[in-house]
């Protein structure tokens, strides 16, 4: 078989894992597993049945379109979906049993119509705007759209909800300020007749707020097995990006490499050419800056990454060509992490494994 020439594996057993452990940390919740931008990355119908498996109860999606896919795929749990433009034709997810978030009066109104088309109640989810300044219904506009809701029979709240803005930066005194002024929406909505369920965490704040849990917690990146807070937990990296060795040379002394020329031998040395580049999601930012697994060691690439290629010096070491070149996993055996990538090029490590879905990059499953 030939090697890989640009792949990322993902391990469902360490993803079933990582779920049933966020599950056990919140015993008193359900738990919905965020499998939005295709399961961050991870493919999101895998993610989603390995995700059942293990304990999960719910799905959260942000498209309408990314909910249809799962229920294509034969996935009958709960699925929320989140966030789509207006004009959006939401039958196809009323008849599909696809919850759907509203965060104003006018979507409520889109949403009841969609329930009329497709001859049911529609289940929503009441989005209150609790600081995030994001997505949901600001507090002043909240009081209409639960009347306007307990009012519409086309539709049934099935929850209210909020999404935290600082649950990464444990103690950070906004969080409590959002689940005061959530505690305050929920009041009203009960007010107003309903009896939603509520949730409100992300990963963060289920691995560090359990106060915050509620009914529901909606994990994304722990369930991928990289945590948002400084304190360590028991999460498994589930995405390896791997490659290969395609070509081995001796350089002399003196020597440059990659385009611009920017490092140069020291001494005779041996580079491995490995074939993937930025257009398979190694950051051009990372030029002389990343390491990968070689061999049973950490080394350097030298020089630019490039489109479709980079260079490792490997030294006076043996490496073969076709030998396995590991740029990022879990970090187990000493190879660099989806985190060192996000900390040396400025960014989190949610954005290096959401951008390995692209086509030149294969996905095989673990
Ligand atoms: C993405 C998302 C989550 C999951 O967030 P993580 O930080 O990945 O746990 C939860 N809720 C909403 C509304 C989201 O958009």
Known sequence: MAAPRAEVVIDLDNLRHNVSFLAGLAPRAATMVVVKADGYGHGAVEVARAAVEAGASW???CSLAEALALRDAGIKVPVLAWLDPPGTDYAPGVAADVDLSVSSVRQLDEVAAAARVAGRQA???LKIDTGLSRNGCPPDRW???VE????????RVHAVWSHLACADEPGHPA???QAERFDDACREAVAAGLAPLRHLANSAALL?????HFDLVRPG????????????????PVMTFRSCVALTKRIAAGESVSYGLTWTAKSESTLALVPVGYADGVPRSLSNRMHVWLAGRRRPVVGRVCMDQVVVDCGDDDVAEGDEVVLFGTGASGEPTAREWADTTGTIDYEIVTGMYR???TRTYR
Do not use: C, K, M, W
């Not at 560090?208 to 915050?212: A, V």
């Not at 097995?225 to 360590?232: A, C, E, H, S, T």
């Open 359 to 361: 086509p030149r990059v």
């Open 221 to 236: 990146i722990a369930v991928y097995g990289l945590n948002p807070v400084p304190q360590p937990f028991d999460l498994r």
């Open 123 to 125: 289940r929503v989810h």
């Open 148 to 155: 306007h809701a307990a009012a519409t029979p086309e539709v």
């Open 175 to 177: 969080t409590d300020a």
């Open 143 to 145: 009081a209409a759209l």
């Open 59 to 61: 799905l959260g999606s």
């Open 208 to 212: 560090t707020r359990p106060d915050l």
